[in-house]
Antibody, heavy 120, light 108 residues
Framework: QVQLVQSGAEVKKPGASVKVSCKAS????????MHWVRQAPGQGLEWMGI????????SYAQKFQGRVTMTRDTSTSTVYMELSSLRSEDTAVYYC?????????????WGQGTLVTVSS | SYELTQPPSVSVSPGQTARITCSGD??????AYWYQQKPGQAPVLVIY???ERPSGIPERFSGSSSGTTVTLTISGVQAEDEADYYC???????????FGGGTKLTVL
């Protein structure tokens, strides 16, 4: 069955970087885009960007340009999202999502979420 | 930047029909998607491509589109439908994904 399994919770200091992983199984990894979405405590969903696991091309939301990097490892069917220069406002649950029907469809399958806490 | 607008809250009694709207200038050109999110859980897709229902989603969930507004309709609302609902679409270029601010559905 399809699964997106994310790495565990992280606590980081302001200015540091965090790298969250999302391991896919149960489908052809390179056939579907992977999106990253975050949700700050008590707030709504916020799209961060998309990666094409086939060729590795990416597109990021303007808000995160210059601070976010999405990569993939096809040998392990894993996508990574690295966010740098962390600040307290980056405290959020980060989700990966895939198996959309096209690039603007996040898909039916989401990871369980990874809580990133930024605190001094 | 492109925005999708949802009402912050909608309240209905059990068995009634709930309608949640989402407005955006690019909606005539871009599909809309609807997600249900319960506390502490990841979002669940309930409608895709304006009006299609994924497998496993109850028939009481339906979607429609008219001009710059899309609507999620939940017929015969049940207590278990109490959740936050988010619409999602893309800007006119199709390259930037956007979420609405979310609507809290309360079942009275």
């Amino acid at each position: 069955q399809v699964q997106l399994v994310q790495s565990g919770a992280e606590v980081k200091k302001p200015g540091a970087s965090v790298k969250v992983s999302c391991k896919a199984s149960g489908y052809t990894f390179t056939s579907y885009y992977m999106h990253w979405v975050r949700q700050a405590p008590g707030q709504g969903l916020e799209w961060m960007g998309i990666i094409n696991p086939s060729g590795g091309s990416t597109s990021y939301a303007q808000k995160f340009q210059g601070r976010v990097t999405m990569t993939r490892d096809t040998s392990t069917s894993t996508v990574y999202m690295e966010l740098s220069s962390l600040r307290s406002e980056d405290t959020a649950v980060y989700y990966c999502a895939s198996l959309g029907r096209d690039s603007s469809d996040l898909g039916d399958y989401w990871g369980q979420g990874t809580l990133v806490t930024v605190s001094s | 930047s492109y925005e999708l607008t949802q009402p912050p809250s909608v309240s209905v009694s059990p068995g009634q029909t709930a309608r949640i709207t989402c407005s955006g200038d690019a909606l005539p050109k871009q599909y809309a998607y609807w997600y249900q999110q319960k506390p502490g859980q990841a979002p669940v897709l309930v409608i895709y491509k304006d009006s299609e229902r994924p497998s496993g989603i109850p028939e009481r969930f339906s979607g429609s589109s008219s001009g710059t507004t899309v609507t999620l309709t939940i017929s015969g609302v049940q207590a278990e439908d109490e959740a936050d609902y988010y619409c999602q679409s893309a800007d006119s270029s199709g390259t930037v994904v956007v979420f609405g601010g979310g609507t809290k559905l309360t079942v009275l």
